[in-house]
């Protein structure tokens, strides 16, 4: 049920500035009301900005998985579907750079330490569990700040060499 309440969305693509490389910068924000039925239409929204920037050719199912899977954490396990806390998503695409993901919610947190591994048999069955696995799967980095109420995720482009990229490659 969606109270009224949608997808806002605000984009900015910009030239790069000379001294930080080749290629466009293309920033997003974007907030959802903690309902299921904002996830898709926030996702396919985001990943058409995302194509159209060129920053992930050939990576972009990838992204959209570990897009999916951090946003439904956030809306059933951190807002626990409570419509009147909103989800977060900060995008930032560099062309021949990748891209950084921050998806945040308002929720309790958690201790990711606390997760088990989603690769036993056991939790391959289970009907939850294998989201925060599947995001490490499809991303290069990926990691829990803020009591556990954020996640950031990066995919770096295909023609950049890991050794290329700084450590903290959110900040590109």
Same mark, same amino acid.
């Given at each position: ?13 910009? =030239? ?17 009301? !903690? ?5 898709? =239409? ?57 891209? !950084? ?65 700084? !450590? ?5």
């Amino acid at each position: 049920m969606n109270n009224g309440r949608s997808v806002h969305v605000r984009a900015n693509l910009r =030239p790069a500035f000379a001294g930080r490389g080749a290629g466009s910068l293309l920033e997003i924000d974007a907030w959802i009301p !903690s309902e299921i039925s904002a996830i898709s =239409p926030l996702v396919e929204r985001l990943m058409r900005l995302i194509e159209g920037s060129h920053c992930i050719t050939g990576e972009e199912s990838a992204v959209e998985l570990a897009l999916q899977e951090a946003l439904n954490n956030a809306v059933v396990h951190g807002n626990r579907l409570d419509a009147h806390k909103l989800v977060h998503v900060r995008c930032r695409c560099k062309v021949g750079k990748g891209i !950084s993901l921050t998806v945040s919610d308002q929720g309790q947190g958690f201790d990711p330490r606390t997760v088990s591994d989603s690769v036993t048999v056991e939790n391959l069955e289970a009907d939850h569990g294998r989201g925060i696995h599947l995001m490490k799967l499809a991303m290069d980095e990926v990691s829990f700040e803020q009591r556990g109420t954020e996640v950031h995720m990066c995919k770096r482009a295909a023609r950049t060499p890991r050794a290329d990229v700084r !450590s903290d490659s959110r900040g590109f």
